[in-house]
């Protein structure tokens, strides 16, 4: 994933390579790091596919940024899994590492979101085979958040709501989120990493250049693969806007939701703002990665929607189930797993359980 102002640190570091014993030199160069906005901090973001070069140069922190420690800095969170002690809704911390964890969505045959079930409610099928439930929680839970915004050419116009749309996301969700921004166009670029600051999220949403090609697939993948690798949280989500059909990616969709299947990989929400032209193909893919991942995908007629959809997709998060289960086969044993969460409880005829279609075990990392 590209930086910013990756050109300018590479330069940097050049210079200090060839005049190493020049002081006046380095001092200049210090004061130029410095100055560098916070979202140009190399991170780790990075080409899919391609492994991040650890001795890049790295810009230290401005004022304001020293405010939000970087990852390895913060304070651990606790252990993201709970387990009920019986059904009294006491809950005992603890970290299952042989445990698959599932976030569901449940609503009535009305689509209304019910909130008042219990573990007893749920029965979870692996591979078409009934597993037992061994974690179970549903209460507002932090969660790890990619905010992935389409910086292409056709999207000059629709920005300034579109911002405004993402930040009342923010502010319409757990307080303890850690959030992310990533503007894309047919390059990607990290604009602000793990955050709760506000204001730093809105200045990366700021970084408006609409220009170039659609490389959607690419982004979703580079931001997944950083949530994977920076997240202190279990919980992850991608929220993702654009307007058109991917144009410019080196990856497909088919691999794109590969990767998003991995285990305890994002729940992806997103907005297409589409046109008639190729409205078609962009509708599929956004349905696709949506539906495979437990997400939703939203198709809005006008750019007034997209702020209340923004609050939706807030309250859809935080009123989630959060279902553990140890597999009855193996996680050594490879290849995907289809997964199917039902619900059944007295005073609803027909309840529909919303979550990912199945995963690829093994290739959750430890937190």
């Known amino acids: 994933m590209h930086l910013r102002n990756e050109r300018i640190l590479n330069l940097l570091w050049v210079c200090l390579v060839i005049f190493p014993t020049t002081g006046l030199l380095r001092s200049e160069a210090l004061v130029l790091r410095v100055a560098l906005p916070p979202h140009a901090v ?3 973001f990075e080409r899919a596919g391609q492994s991040s070069n650890s001795t890049t140069g790295q810009a ?3 004022q304001d940024s020293q405010t939000v420690p ?3 800095a913060r304070p651990e969170q606790p252990p993201q899994e709970q387990s009920p002690s019986g059904d009294t809704g006491v809950f005992v911390f603890k970290k299952e590492v042989e445990e698959v964890v599932l976030h569901a969505t449940v609503s009535d045959n009305k689509n209304h979101v019910v909130m008042n079930l219990g573990k007893g409610d749920f029965s979870v099928l692996e591979n078409n085979q009934p597993q037992t439930i061994t974690s179970f929680r549903h209460e507002d839970i932090p969660v790890a958040m990619g905010i992935i915004i389409d910086n292409s050419g056709s999207m000059r116009e629709k920005r300034d709501k579109v911002n405004k749309a993402a930040v009342n996301l923010v502010r319409s969700s757990n307080p303890q989120d850690q959030v992310f921004v990533v503007n894309f166009n047919d390059e990607y670029y990290l604009d602000q990493p793990f955050t709760n600051n506000i204001n730093l999220l809105r200045e990366a949403l700021e970084k408006v250049e609409a220009r170039g090609g659609t490389a959607l697939y690419d982004a979703i993948v580079a931001s997944a693969d950083y949530e994977k690798k920076q997240a202190r949280l279990q919980k992850k989500v991608l929220f993702v806007v654009t307007d058109g059909e991917d144009n410019a990616s080196q990856e497909t969709l088919e691999k794109a ?7 305890n990989g994002p729940t992806v929400y997103a907005i297409g703002l589409l046109g008639e032209e190729r409205a078609r193909r962009a509708r599929r893919a956004l349905e696709t990665i949506a539906e495979k991942t437990g997400g939703m995908v939203f198709l809005p007629k006008t750019l007034d929607e997209v702020d209340e959809i923004s609050r939706s997709v807030a309250h859809d998060i935080r009123s989630q189930y ?6 009855s086969t193996p996680k050594s044993v490879g290849g995907y797993r289809t997964i199917r969460v039902e619900a059944h409880a007295k005073g609803y005829k027909q309840l529909t359980v919303r979550t990912r279609s199945g995963y690829y075990p093994g290739q959750e990392q430890s937190q």
């Open 322 to 327: 959060t279902i553990g289960y140890k597999p």
């Open 70 to 72: 970087p990852p390895a």
């Open 60 to 62: 230290a922190p401005s």
């Open 257 to 263: 939701v590969r990767r998003l299947q991995e285990e």
């Open 42 to 44: 190399a991170v780790g």
